[in-house]
């Protein structure tokens, strides 16, 4: 559990299978920052590029 707690936010986007990319673990990072809703854009359009990728393939 303490790994987990103490785990950077990179390892975040490493560990989750694919579920959670780099731009998209951005868009986290701007929410925990302060700017919620610029992070929430942010995350939610990259979340919607990877699907489209992932439909395309």
Known sequence: MMSVYH??????ARMTGGVVNMPMLDGILMIVNG?????????FKERRKMIKVAKSQ
């Open 35 to 43: 700017q919620f809703f610029k992070g929430l854009r942010h995350f």
């Open 7 to 12: 785990m950077p936010f990179r390892g975040v």
